[in-house]
Structure formats: structure tokens, C-alpha cells
């Protein structure tokens, strides 16, 4: 493994025009109601945050894909291509679960031609493990949370306004991290004060089309 690669771990999750029920605030007495269409339309997103093993100064990196439908091995191939462009060709380390799509023959024939990437599998029934679990909870918890929207479109902007919130604050994907236990940089991760305002500007965020 190159000790000086970005450690990226990548997850999948699945959006809908259901709502997300949250519990809110409502005047006393008046129980809140959710009209929506049942709608069963259902949009995939994938995101993958980036730790630079050697250098915490780089920041964290966060991007993310959102298509309609479900993703296979052809769709995910589609989104490390772009992932290769996002991290400009630097070498990357990327970590994720057994689903099959990771480790089909097709992926594991397309992987061996890139020499900037090497895979690396989460332990089975071990989703704690993976911060960008954290990032999908946080939009649930806030954006997507209630959310009726009419369209996909309005689930894809409240998810990307989530994205941005999380991207703009540097202390989110260092705590994600942080929550699942794991360390890159013991014995003190460069999260909260310690990230200067340097490192802020070159923490990164791409939408992957």
C-alpha cells in the first residue's frame, strides 16, 4: 500500500419522494401532517470522503454522485472514473463493503488496469466503520428530513444543499471519521481547532455528474 495515498471510503444509499420521518416543532396540539403523492420514484447517491495519509493538512475530501435508479458495476466504474479526475490522478486507497457491484469480475478486471487504485474491503456487517454512513444519517437527520417533495429534483437539491453544508464545515468529516472509531493519524487527527484556515480553503468538494 503507498503510505502516501488518500484514504477514501466510498458508501451507497438510497433517496425517495417518501418523506424521511423526523420528529419536529409544532404549536401544542397541532399534530403535524406530511401530504405526499406516495411516489415510489427512487434516486441513488454515492459519496466518498478522502483523508490524505501523510499530510493532514490537506484536509478532508468529500464528493458525491446522485443518479436515478439503483447503481451497478458499470454505474460505479463511471463514478471512480471521475474520482480519478477529482483526485488528479494521486493515488488513492479505496475502502468499501462486500456488496457485489465492488467485487465483480468486471470491477476487479477494470480495477487492475488503474494503477492509481487500490481496493480494500470493509469487514462484513461492519457499516459503523464507515464515516460516509455519518454523512447520510446527518442529511436524513436535516435536509432530506420531512422533506415531501413533488419531484426528484427537489430531493436531489435538498441533498446537495446537505453535501455543501457538510463540505463547508471542516469539523463534519473529521468527526464522521472520528464516530467510527478508526484513526489515520494518531495520535491527534487534525480536527476542530487544529485545522487552519489554510486548510479549510483546500479541502475539497466535487459533484460527480
Not at 22 to 29: H, I, L, N, S, W
Request: aromatic share 10%.
Amino acid at each position: 500500500m503507498n503510505t502516501r495515498a488518500w484514504i477514501v471510503f466510498l458508501d451507497e444509499s438510497g433517496v425517495s419522494l417518501l418523506p424521511q420521518i423526523r420528529r419536529t416543532y409544532a404549536p401544542r396540539g397541532r399534530t403535524p401532517l406530511l401530504r405526499h403523492r406516495l411516489n415510489w420514484k427512487r434516486a441513488s447517491m454515492a459519496g466518498a470522503l478522502g483523508y490524505h495519509s501523510t499530510d493532514p493538512g490537506r484536509g478532508a475530501r468529500l464528493c458525491f454522485h446522485l443518479k436515478p435508479g439503483s447503481y451497478d458495476t458499470t454505474a460505479l466504474i463511471e463514478v471512480l472514473e471521475q474520482m480519478k479526475v477529482f483526485y488528479q490522478g494521486e493515488r488513492v486507497v479505496l475502502i468499501w463493503d462486500g456488496l457485489s457491484a465492488h467485487w465483480s469480475r468486471a470491477m476487479r478486471a477494470w480495477v487492475a488496469e488503474q494503477d492509481w487504485l487500490t481496493l480494500e474491503r470493509l469487514p462484513a456487517y461492519a457499516p459503523e466503520l464507515n464515516p460516509v454512513e455519518l454523512l447520510w444519517s446527518s442529511l436524513k437527520k436535516r435536509e432530506l428530513a420531512n422533506l415531501a417533495g413533488d419531484h426528484l429534483a427537489d430531493v436531489a437539491d435538498a441533498t446537495e444543499q446537505g453535501i455543501h453544508r457538510s463540505n463547508t464545515n471542516p469539523q463534519l468529516p473529521w468527526s464522521f471519521l472520528t464516530h467510527t472509531g478508526l484513526t489515520i493519524h494518531p495520535p491527534h487527527p487534525p480536527n476542530y481547532e487544529k485545522i487552519s484556515k489554510g486548510c479549510c480553503r483546500r479541502s475539497g468538494f466535487g459533484r460527480l455528474k
